[in-house]
C-alpha cells in the first residue's frame, strides 16, 4: 500500500496556490485545478491538493496533522524552508538532523504544518 494524496484547507485559493506553486518550482510538480474549489499539484505516485472545504464552511488547521516531503538531501531541506519563509510560512522547527532524518518543518499560509527531509 501507499499514499495516494494529501489534501489541506484554504479559505483563500489564490494565496494557496501562489504559495505552492512557488515553494514547489523546480521540484517536478505539475498543477491542476479540475474546480475552482481544488487545486493539485502531482508527483509521480502522489498528489497534494489544497482545497476550499465541500461543506462551505471555514477552513481550519488539523491540529496533530502534518504533510511529510522527501524532497532531497540536506542542501534541498535547507533550501526549501527558506522558501517557505519567503513566501510567507512560518518556522516550526529549523533545518536540523531528528533521529536519522535530516528535516524542518514550517508552516503554510493557513497554518497547515509541513516537514521538509532528505
Given at each position: 500500500m501507499k499514499m495516494?494524496?494529501?489534501?489541506?484547507?484554504?479559505?483563500?485559493?489564490?494565496?494557496?496556490k501562489a504559495f505552492y506553486d512557488?515553494?514547489?518550482?523546480?521540484e517536478g510538480l505539475h498543477s491542476m485545478a479540475p474546480s475552482d474549489r481544488m487545486t493539485y499539484w502531482l508527483g509521480e505516485g502522489f498528489a497534494f491538493a489544497v482545497a476550499r472545504p465541500f461543506d462551505e464552511r471555514p477552513a481550519t488547521i488539523g491540529n496533530g496533522s502534518m504533510v511529510g516531503f522527501c524532497v532531497g538531501g540536506k542542501e534541498d531541506?535547507?533550501?526549501?524552508?527558506?522558501?517557505?519563509?519567503?513566501?510567507?510560512?512560518?518556522?516550526?522547527?529549523?533545518?536540523?538532523q531528528r533521529g536519522p532524518k535530516f528535516s524542518a518543518y514550517v508552516r503554510d499560509l493557513h497554518g497547515n504544518k509541513l516537514c521538509l527531509s532528505d
Open positions: 495516494n494524496y494529501f489534501v489541506v484547507g484554504t479559505n483563500d485559493m489564490p494565496a494557496s512557488a515553494l514547489f518550482e523546480g531541506v535547507e533550501r526549501m524552508h527558506r522558501r517557505a519563509l519567503e513566501l510567507g510560512g512560518t518556522c516550526e522547527g529549523a533545518p536540523g
